[in-house]
């Protein structure tokens, strides 16, 4: 936020200074719609799984799913976070604050319905979280850190495809989650 000027946003949109100034205050007011457009849509998806008919273990497979989906469609996102989590975000204001607990409030209830089925053990909401977050997160900044060329042959580097990490992901989240007995289960 601090390293670009409004001149620089505009030229990369390909529309003047003035036409962002227009639908935005300013800088900030723009940055923050733009976290807040990632957050709605997840949002929002997450409030359509946690009222859908689906079991819960299909809900955070789902969850998994919808974050890579939107991802993949705001590349940006995953850094643009890191970088405001990292400086212990200071651009969020009140209402993007809320959107991101609207977010953890949904997921959060689809870990109380699976508690409550009996599909899920009780966990901690926050630490279940950021254990399917973080990888995500960190995967999408690991991809951006390959992109420079002549990195392609350092092993952590290497291409992960999508559905893999999306099916890797699901089935750590479903492991954490799963009751006890099924934990011992699939150990053996």
């Given at each position: 936020?601090?390293?670009?000027?409004?001149?620089?946003?505009?030229?990369?949109?390909?529309?003047?200074?003035?036409?962002?100034?227009?639908?935005?205050?300013?800088?900030?007011?723009?940055?923050?719609?733009?976290?807040?457009?990632?957050?709605?849509?997840?949002?929002?998806?997450?409030?359509?799984?946690?009222?859908?008919?689906?079991?819960?273990?299909?809900?955070?497979?789902?969850?998994?799913?919808?974050?890579?989906?939107?991802?993949?469609?705001?590349?940006?996102?995953?850094?643009?976070?890191?970088?405001?989590m990292?400086?212990?975000?200071p651009?969020?204001?009140?209402t993007?604050?809320?959107?991101?607990?609207?977010?953890?409030?949904?997921?959060?209830?689809?870990?109380?319905?699976?508690?409550?089925?009996?599909?899920?053990?009780?966990?901690?909401?926050?630490?279940?979280?950021?254990s399917?977050?973080?990888?995500?997160?960190?995967?999408?900044?690991?991809?951006?850190?390959?992109?420079?060329?002549?990195?392609?042959n350092?092993?952590?580097?290497?291409?992960?495809?999508?559905?893999?990490?999306?099916?890797?992901?699901?089935?750590?989240?479903?492991?954490?989650?799963?009751?006890?007995a099924?934990?011992?289960?699939?150990?053996?």
């Amino acid at each position: 936020l601090d390293g670009v000027a409004v001149d620089d946003i505009a030229r990369a949109a390909g529309v003047n200074k003035a036409m962002i100034y227009y639908h935005f205050k300013d800088k900030l007011t723009l940055y923050r719609e733009v976290v807040r457009d990632m957050l709605r849509a997840l949002g929002s998806a997450v409030d359509g799984l946690a009222e859908s008919a689906d079991t819960p273990q299909r809900k955070v497979e789902r969850f998994i799913e919808t974050i890579g989906e939107l991802r993949d469609a705001r590349p940006w996102f995953p850094p643009l976070m890191m970088r405001e989590m990292s400086a212990g975000a200071p651009h969020l204001d009140a209402t993007t604050l809320g959107h991101m607990r609207n977010v953890f409030v949904g997921f959060s209830a689809i870990l109380e319905q699976g508690v409550q089925s009996g599909a899920f053990r009780r966990v901690n909401p926050l630490l279940a979280y950021m254990s399917i977050m973080g990888p995500l997160m960190m995967n999408a900044m690991r991809e951006r850190a390959a992109a420079t060329p002549g990195r392609q042959n350092i092993p952590v580097f290497v291409t992960v495809p999508r559905q893999d990490l999306i099916t890797h992901m699901q089935e750590n989240a479903l492991r954490m989650l799963a009751p006890e007995a099924s934990r011992k289960e699939r150990s053996r």
